[in-house]
């Protein structure tokens, strides 16, 4: 395993930025009316999720990026909810709906994962101030 030096570094960020790329791509074919409305409701709940990815692993606090994490998944889930919408009212067919749908579930699955490692490493930190501090 590699050192993560930077959020650039870590692949869920970089997925999440392709999701967020793909989107901002689906939004420029929506009618302009939708573009303003559904579309940038897409582009925001797309950003969001790259955008916490990285604002958490800049936080020298491991819990923050917890946090965070949790943020950029619940946008992941937003985003997916609006890719639905927009599938059932006929702005998006189901072959442009899908893959969008899959790529943002496989980010949302990184994510989990990612935030249940630093889980553990928080618990250990937390283990190990712990006996530290029972000690006479």
Same mark, same amino acid.
């Given at each position: 395993m590699t050192d993560v030096k930077s959020f650039r570094? @870590?692949?869920v960020w970089q997925k999440a930025t392709d999701l967020a &790329?793909?989107?901002y791509r689906m939004v420029e074919r929506l009618?302009?009316?939708q573009q303003t409305v559904l579309g940038n409701q897409m582009r925001r709940s797309a950003l969001s999720i790259p955008s916490n990815i990285a604002e958490g692993c800049s936080r020298h606090s491991t819990a923050s990026y917890i $946090? $965070? @994490?949790r943020i950029a998944h619940g946008s992941g889930?937003? @985003?997916e909810t609006q890719i639905e919408i927009?599938?059932?009212v006929a702005l998006l067919r189901d072959d442009q709906a899908a893959p @969008? &749908?899959?790529d943002a579930q496989e980010v949302?699955?990184?994510i989990n994962g990612l935030a249940r490692s630093l889980k553990r490493k928080l618990e250990q930190q937390r283990k190990k101030a712990k006996g530290m501090s029972d000690e006479p």
């Open positions: 570094d @870590l692949l &790329v793909n989107i009618p302009p009316s $946090h $965070h @994490l889930c937003e @985003l927009g599938r059932r @969008l &749908v899959d949302g699955r990184m």
